[in-house]
């Protein structure tokens, strides 16, 4: 399978089906803010840091790294490239890993309990 073969509305379905705070929450312990309910902070997950600012904005599912004293690197965007640069993915790799993210959050969701 090759990058082009991806439609947008796969993308969009799989985007849709993953929890942002799920996946980033394995990699950095997150608390919510106490300014606003959507949006998250922890310790950067590619730096060693002392003090939280790494952000997670759940509504727009993005993340956003403001700089600190001890962590400037300013990463940012969306769970697909979260997941790219976190576990050194290709562009292409790192969609797979979120499809079959999203496939065992869905087959978890339908199972009775």
């Given at each position: ?42 310790l ?29 690197c ?10 790219e ?29």
């Amino acid at each position: 399978m090759k990058l082009t073969d991806i439609s947008i509305e796969r993308v969009d379905a799989v985007m849709a089906r993953v929890n942002i705070l799920d996946v980033i929450g394995e990699a950095t312990k997150l608390k919510p803010t106490n300014w606003h309910k959507a949006r998250y902070r922890g310790l950067c997950p590619f730096h060693r840091q002392l003090k939280p600012s790494f952000y997670v904005m759940v509504a727009k599912n993005r993340i956003k790294q403001r700089g600190s004293f001890d962590c400037c690197c300013g990463i940012g965007g969306d769970l697909w490239f979260f997941v790219e640069r976190y576990y050194r993915l290709s562009t292409l790799e790192a969609f797979e890993w979120l499809e079959k993210r999203s496939n065992v959050m869905e087959q978890q969701a339908s199972r009775p309990n």
